[in-house]
């Protein structure tokens, strides 16, 4: 059965003059308020990032179709976006929960209702443990964790003894890989934190969890090769474990949104016969997708080979221009703190005179560097911008979403990239 979010409490936020973006009208308007008064993205300010409706609406069709095919599980990771309406999407569409990272997101997922959870880290606060034993009085509450040695065990012991519990904290063990990041670094290390989560009565060995994404930045063969050796070993380690797991389902999960396809193939070979076993993707980006890192790494992009029913960006930056201080260089009121920047720079992909106005394509220019609140935009003689006059806003495309959303309050959301209505503003939770 799907969960319905609580998200009424929403639609009757009253938007402020602290929230950036907002026209001056919205300001002392509910959210249902303000949407009801059929707003257009020509009345907000600049800096901003806009959502694509219907681009989100494709791509959350597409992942769920394309996992399903291959009898996978999706638990998208709701930190790429800590947007309850958002995970309200992914859940009507199929997917089985949600995922996070920390028990602060936990918290944020639980007082919206979240019914399906599943933390990729470990909880070892003592605080947040007695909260999470609370909430497990709720029978219909599903909680997964990761554990990756037996000192993480005993830390969660420590904390929930003398604590009534209504259900075991079901956790996973955690395979990593040497010099990765968290993880088991061997089989044999995991299998022993298999067996110590076994044998507590606190706790209960759910199945096996880890992250393949750290292991490569690319679609080399060198990544690739470290990808799939990396979950085969994790399919190994869930074989290794059959005699400790009890009756009830397990779980068997990894996938970021950069190698989930090696992710499928590497489970297929798994997945005949183990019915009890939900194989999960934890992908998170592809609700938005992305024009630059996720563009080029992704299985599921336009540009992938065979890809017929591609993720499409549904994320654009726009800014304004505020400065022309010499020939080919233009200055934008967006920087650091209102585009991401870690994973590659904004990428011009239109200009106009004013917002709302026709966008006209724009190609040559590019962002060469990035301030808090300003950006450079290099304009070639040959770029259709390059007489970009003070006041001319321009389009961006972004680079991960993870470090986009982080940046925002609020987020409005178009009909489409080629329409000026606003359809929704997408609160976040950071």
Same mark, same amino acid.
């Given at each position: 059965?799907?969960? %319905?979010?609580?998200?009424?409490? *929403?639609?009757?936020?009253?938007?402020?003059?602290?929230?950036?973006?907002? /026209?001056?009208?919205?300001? $002392?308007?509910?959210?249902?308020?303000?949407?009801?008064?059929? @707003?257009?993205?020509?009345?907000?300010?600049?800096?901003?990032?806009?959502?694509?409706?219907?681009?989100?609406?494709?791509?959350?069709?597409?992942?769920?179709?394309?996992?399903?095919?291959? $009898?996978?599980?999706?638990?998208?990771?709701? +930190?790429?976006?800590?947007?309850?309406?958002?995970?309200?999407?992914?859940?009507?569409?199929?997917?089985?929960?949600?995922? *996070?990272?920390?028990?602060?997101?936990?918290?944020?997922?639980?007082?919206?209702?979240?019914?399906?959870?599943?933390?990729?880290?470990?909880?070892?606060?003592? #605080?947040?443990?007695?909260?999470?034993?609370?909430?497990?009085?709720? /029978?219909?509450?599903?909680?997964?964790?990761?554990?990756?040695?037996?000192?993480?065990?005993?830390?969660?012991?420590?904390?929930?003894?003398?604590?009534?519990?209504?259900? +075991?904290?079901?956790?996973?063990?955690?395979?990593?890989?040497? !010099?990765?990041?968290? !993880?088991?670094?061997?089989?044999?290390?995991? %299998?022993?934190?298999?067996?110590?989560?076994?044998?507590?009565?606190?706790?209960?060995?759910?199945?096996?969890?880890? &992250?393949?994404?750290?292991?490569?930045?690319?679609?080399?063969?060198?990544?690739? =090769?470290?990808?799939? #050796? &990396?979950?085969?070993?994790?399919?190994?380690?869930?074989?290794?474990?059959?005699?400790?797991?009890?009756?009830?389902?397990?779980?068997?999960?990894?996938?970021?949104?950069?190698?989930?396809?090696?992710?499928? =193939?590497?489970?297929?070979?798994?997945? @005949?016969?183990?019915?009890? %076993?939900?194989?999960?993707?934890?992908?998170?980006? &592809?609700?938005?997708?992305?024009?630059?890192?996720?563009?080029?790494?992704?299985?599921?992009?336009?540009?992938? %080979?065979?890809?017929?029913?591609?993720?499409?960006?549904?994320?654009?930056?726009?800014?304004?221009?505020?400065?022309r201080p010499e020939p080919g260089l233009a200055l934008?009121?967006?920087? +650091?703190?209102?585009?991401?920047?870690?994973?590659?720079?904004?990428?011009?992909?239109?200009?106009?005179?004013?917002?709302?106005?026709?966008?006209?394509?724009?190609?040559?220019?590019?962002?060469?560097?990035?301030? =808090?609140?300003?950006?450079?935009?290099?304009?070639?003689?040959?770029?259709?911008?390059?007489?970009?006059?003070?006041?001319?806003?321009?389009?961006?495309?972004?680079?991960? @979403?993870?470090?986009?959303? =982080? +940046?925002?309050?609020?987020? /409005?959301?178009?009909?489409?990239?080629?329409?000026?209505?606003?359809?929704?503003?997408?609160?976040?939770?950071?």
């Amino acid at each position: 059965m799907t969960t %319905t979010l609580n998200l009424d409490e *929403l639609a009757d936020e009253r938007l402020s003059a602290r929230d950036k973006g907002l /026209p001056a009208r919205a300001i $002392g308007l509910t959210v249902r308020e303000f949407l009801d008064s059929d @707003p257009r993205i020509g009345e907000f300010w600049t800096p901003l990032i806009a959502l694509d409706d219907e681009a989100m609406r494709s791509n959350l069709a597409v992942m769920a179709e394309w996992s399903s095919a291959r $009898g996978l599980e999706l638990m998208p990771h709701g +930190k790429t976006t800590m947007a309850p309406a958002l995970w309200q999407r992914q859940l009507d569409i199929g997917c089985t929960g949600i995922t *996070l990272a920390t028990m602060g997101q936990v918290r944020t997922a639980r007082s919206f209702g979240l019914q399906s959870i599943m933390l990729a880290n470990s909880a070892v606060d003592a #605080r947040s443990l007695r909260y999470l034993a609370a909430e497990l009085a709720d /029978p219909e509450f599903r909680f997964t964790c990761w554990v990756d040695s037996v000192a993480t065990i005993d830390a969660m012991e420590r904390a929930l003894n003398g604590v009534e519990l209504a259900q +075991k904290v079901n956790v996973l063990v955690e395979l990593g890989q040497e !010099g990765g990041r968290t !993880g088991a670094r061997t089989i044999d290390g995991a %299998t022993d934190v298999a067996r110590r989560a076994a044998a507590s009565d606190v706790l209960r060995l759910a199945g096996v969890g880890g &992250y393949e994404g750290s292991l490569g930045h690319d679609r080399s063969a060198h990544s690739m =090769d470290a990808v799939r #050796r &990396y979950l085969e070993r994790q399919v190994e380690l869930h074989e290794a474990l059959g005699e400790l797991y009890d009756d009830s389902d397990i779980m068997v999960t990894a996938g970021g949104s950069a190698y989930f396809d090696v992710v499928a =193939d590497v489970y297929a070979s798994a997945m @005949p016969g183990d019915e009890r %076993t939900h194989w999960t993707l934890r992908s998170g980006a &592809y609700i938005t997708h992305d024009d630059g890192f996720y563009r080029g790494i992704s299985p599921l992009d336009e540009a992938g %080979t065979d890809v017929q029913n591609p993720l499409r960006s549904a994320m654009r930056g726009i800014a304004r221009v505020v400065s022309r201080p010499e020939p080919g260089l233009a200055l934008i009121d967006a920087g +650091k703190r209102d585009f991401p920047f870690d994973e590659g720079l904004p990428i011009p992909r239109a200009h106009a005179a004013e917002l709302g106005q026709p966008w006209r394509p724009l190609t040559g220019a590019t962002i060469t560097a990035m301030n =808090d609140q300003h950006s450079y935009l290099a304009l070639p003689k040959g770029s259709e911008a390059q007489d970009a006059a003070i006041g001319d806003v321009i389009a961006l495309g972004l680079s991960h @979403p993870c470090t986009a959303f =982080d +940046k925002w309050h609020y987020l /409005p959301v178009v009909e489409s990239a080629e329409s000026d209505r606003v359809v929704d503003l997408v609160r976040t939770f950071f």
